[in-house]
């Protein structure tokens, strides 16, 4: 009887699969679906801890739902699935594409070594994959207003139907699983498919409707909290979209469904511009002039601890560090500290934030690091710099969300939480003295902007 290899990767779910439909049917009547897992130490060992440790939980609730049939295998993909189809016979190997420059070059290799054995691609990890939305002379987009129009345009699929009962093949051995990284106090959200749905009901039916006010506000519980879920594909967007095709009408939805296109947006910059991923998008700023030596290396670890003594900076690092995870706002306001106030180059922090993120994905990331450092595809005409001090006043009006991550400056009236040197008694004890002067570290950053546009 026919067997198929369902390979997982960034699909960690059952419902709305389209590769899973496709390994049923190819297994047909009487075959079976064998669901693997490859340990590849290109992608596993460089990702930070707190994504290792996602991973694995999500993989334990995956081999739950599967009946314990989850095979997990070491090494190159390369090498593992070839043997694996050699050990059962398999007549396939389906995957949901991977549009990731590395995952593109491994899925090629691994396609080559299977020789005669089809790898089957079906559905993609974004409503619309990547490099299908173009312009009407078939060039990719640069900006994401005009790809967002372009996108809801082209549409996407209803999800798919959840395949039951699945003929798994539940006695393939297993390597041993890697064990999971000690995160200590890190708290990551509950891994796996049905969590991500019940996160995802629970923002839909309770918070959804407020998100347009509520998703700039770091102080409250305003957004999904579901980037790590998409990320590993837990839930696909499709899934979200149903739903909110539902709501239609609304600012908020309206909103919500640009942050998803916003998703598929950097996907698509990275499919068209895999070097992105490491390059300047736009070359013009290449030149740019940084900052070293140890004074900038002792500036650079402040703002890694949350010690640069501007609350709000302070508060989004700290949340790094004991969440994975920052809202958003607050990701543009430490990334610009970084880049215009510390003068350090944005793949510096993009790194650091891949290595601490549970939601670190190369598109969102990178390209939300290059949008910060205007070397990517924000379309202002000026160069932007944030003020972490008015930032902090307009969108943590009443302090709640620098008092939750920065105790020293919890006893402080929220008129001085922002500006706590503005306080009748100083910045109160244990808490920094800010470590620049922003109105100086601003001008200098726009001189050098100045100096690169001249050449
Ligand atoms: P919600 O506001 O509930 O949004 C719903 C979903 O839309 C998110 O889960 C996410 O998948 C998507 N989304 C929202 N905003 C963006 C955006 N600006 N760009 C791309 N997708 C978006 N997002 C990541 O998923 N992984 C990253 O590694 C990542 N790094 C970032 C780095 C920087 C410097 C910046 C400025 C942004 C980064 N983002 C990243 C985007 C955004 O900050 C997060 O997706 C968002 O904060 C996740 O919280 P949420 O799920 O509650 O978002």
Not at 81 to 88: D, G, K
Not at 278 to 301: I, T
Request: aromatic share 10%; with cysteine.
């Amino acid at each position: 009887m026919p067997t198929a290899l369902l390979w997982f990767r960034r699909d960690l779910r059952l419902s709305d699969h389209p590769a899973l439909l496709a390994a049923v049917d190819a297994a047909g009547p009487g075959g079976s679906v064998v669901p693997v897992f490859v340990f590849d130490d290109r992608l596993y060992g460089p990702s930070g801890e707190p994504r290792r440790r996602f991973l694995l939980d999500c993989l334990a609730e995956l081999d739950a739902s599967t009946g314990g049939a989850l095979v997990t295998r070491t090494g190159d993909p390369a090498a593992v699935l070839p043997q694996l189809v050699a050990e059962l016979d398999a007549v396939s190997v389906h995957v949901t594409a991977d549009a990731g420059p590395y995952g593109r070059r491994r899925d090629q290799a691994v396609e080559r070594a299977l020789g005669d054995v089809p790898l089957v691609r079906t559905g993609s990890p974004y409503a619309v994959a990547p490099g299908r939305v173009v312009k009407r002379d078939g060039t990719p987009f640069q900006v994401f207003t005009p790809f967002a129009r372009a996108w809801r345009e082209h549409g996407w699929h209803s999800p798919a139907v959840r395949p039951d009962p699945v003929p798994w093949q539940g006695d393939v051995r297993s390597d041993d699983r890697p064990p999971p990284p000690d995160l200590g106090d890190v708290q990551l959200p509950p891994a796996g498919e049905a969590a991500a749905l019940e996160a995802w009901h629970r923002f839909r039916d309770e918070r959804l409707l407020g998100y347009d006010e509520g998703r700039n506000t770091p102080g409250t519980n305003g957004t999904s909290r579901l980037s790590a879920y998409l990320k590993y594909g837990c839930i696909h967007p499709r899934t979200l979209l149903a739903d909110l095709a539902a709501e239609q009408g609304s600012e908020s939805v309206r909103r919500y469904t640009d942050e998803l296109a916003w998703r598929d947006f950097y996907a698509d910059v990275l499919w068209h511009r895999p070097d992105s991923a490491r390059e300047y998008l736009k070359p013009e700023l290449q030149g740019m002039g940084y900052d070293s030596g140890p004074d900038a290396e002792q500036l650079v670890r402040a703002w890694e601890t949350g010690r640069t003594g501007f609350p709000i900076v302070d508060a989004g690092m700290r949340q790094l560090l004991g969440e994975a995870y920052v809202h958003n706002r607050v990701r543009m306001i430490v990334a610009s500290f970084l880049v215009k106030d510390l003068h350090q180059e944005w793949t510096l922090g993009a790194r650091y934030f891949m290595q601490h993120l549970v939601d670190g994905d190369l598109a969102s990331n990178n390209h939300g690091w290059q949008w910060v450092a205007g070397t990517g595809t924000d379309a202002s005409p000026y160069y932007r710099v944030f003020n972490p001090i008015t930032q902090g006043k307009k969108f943590d009006p009443d302090g709640s969300y620098v008092k939750r991550w920065v105790p020293e400056l919890r006893d402080l009236d929220a008129k001085y939480v922002h500006e706590p040197w503005t306080a009748p008694g100083g910045v109160p004890a244990g808490y920094p003295e800010p470590i620049v002067d922003h109105a100086h570290e601003r001008q200098v950053s726009l001189d050098r902007y100045a100096a690169v546009r001249a050449r």
